[in-house]
Each structure stands twice: as C-alpha cells, then as structure tokens.
C-alpha cells in the first residue's frame, strides 16, 4: 500500500528565508504527487502537481517541487517565505493506475509553517 | 478549477443527533469525495460519490454512520448519524475528473463540534 511521510511535523522560519518542506512516499510505480495548503479555519488549495514530464514543478505563491524517483522524494521549497505563508502543508500522492475510474488520495501528516517576523 | 461550496461552515450538535452537510459545486463533475479531518490529523477518506450509484465506503466507515446522496452531478450531501464527540472533525467534500490528471479541488470544509 501507498503511503507518504512528511518528515516534519513543524517547521518555523524567520521572514524571507527560504524553506524546504520534506515529504517521502512509497510504492514501486509510478505516481501522481500533489502538495496542498491549508490556511487556518479554511478547507485544502491545490499549490502544485506531478503527473509526468519535468521533475520541477512550479506551481502558485512562488512555491515550487522537485520531484526525485530515486529518492521516492517530492520536497516543496519557496526561496523567500512571507507571514502569509503560515499554514498547514499537505503532501498527496495517488496511484494512475488503481481501479474505479478515479485516484484515491493518500495524504501525508501535514507540516506546519510557522513563518515569524 | 471547480468552485465549491458547504453548508454549515460549523455547527455545534448534542451527542446522539445527526447533521446533513451539504456540497454543491458550480459545474458537474463526476467524482466527489468526502474527507474527514479530525483534530490536528491529516485527511482520511470516508466514500467516493458518483452520481447513480451507491457511494463506496473506505475501511472504517459505513453507510449507517455516514450515508451519502449524489443526487445529480453538481451536489451531494454526507449525514453524520448517531453524533458522539469522538465525530467532532472538519468534513470536506471535494471534486475530480475522471481519467484525466485525477487532481482534487476541494470544498472549504464544515467544523463540527459534538457535545
């Protein structure tokens, strides 16, 4: 079975440093990988996705993902972190080739980003 | 993106009660989903909705607890049945597309609060 790691569980960074949130996954084929963001006492927001093609993605509010098969790796990274940035992170995965017409979801833990002034 | 909505946003229910929580996207989709987000946890899957079939349940969850109408392609509702406090949780729907890059957008989710 699939399953993601999100090596950690809070990450606090001061104000326009950069950050790198760690997420892992296992499974012996290929996979969809997706990183989402949840702001306080709101729902999930899609910031990027891997499905094939170039192992970086870029995706919204200056995030982006390297995606590294051979380190099962997807770590989500942002040069310079702003207040607003604080939030919950969630790394997904899914597997194209499971059954039923659509992909379940695996997510990982969460991280938290605490960005401070 | 689809763009989706629920009602409650939050509610606060007495334990043995039952709360429909409505989801309603603005275009039709195939598949919704619905999560359940327990305090401080990450996302777990409680049933996939397809429109004219029967929702199919995860490990952990059953039908009575949670039942699920899919009455059209643009709507579905999940009823928490038999409250206890341990149903305290934010529950989110949300959208895919079938066959096609499989992302996920969600709702904002409901809070609820069992006493």
């Known amino acids: 079975a699939q399953s993601v790691t999100q090596l950690d569980s809070q990450v606090p960074v001061f104000e326009e440093a950069p950050v790198e949130l760690r997420c892992n996954y296992s499974?012996?084929?290929?996979?969809?990988l997706f990183w989402y963001v949840q702001y306080p006492n709101q729902g999930l927001q899609l910031l990027l996705k891997y499905l094939s093609g170039s192992t970086l993605v870029k995706g919204i509010n200056g995030f982006e993902a390297e995606f590294n098969k051979s380190q099962t790796s997807f770590h989500l990274r942002k040069p310079s972190v702003h207040i607003s940035d604080t939030a919950e992170y969630f790394c997904a995965v899914s597997d194209p080739r499971a059954g039923g017409g659509y992909n379940k979801l695996i997510f990982g833990a969460g991280t938290r980003l605490a960005v401070h002034p | 993106s689809a763009v989706i909505s629920q009602k409650p946003s939050r509610d606060i229910c007495q334990r043995g009660t039952s709360l429909t929580i409505q989801c309603q996207v603005d275009?039709?989709?195939?598949?919704m989903f619905w999560y359940r987000q327990q305090p401080g946890q990450s996302l777990t899957l409680i049933a996939t909705a397809n429109q004219g079939s029967e929702a199919t349940y995860e490990s952990g969850f059953v039908i009575d607890k949670f039942p699920i109408s899919r009455p059209n392609l643009t709507f579905s509702t999940l009823t928490v049945s038999n409250m206890s406090p341990e149903d305290s949780s934010i529950y989110l729907c949300?959208?895919?597309?079938?066959?096609?890059?499989?992302?996920?957008?969600f709702g904002p989710g409901t809070r609820l609060t069992v006493l």
């Open positions: 499974s012996s084929v290929s996979v969809y």
């Open positions: 275009s039709q989709v195939t598949m």
């Open positions: 949300s959208v895919g597309t079938t066959g096609s890059a499989d992302t996920q957008y």
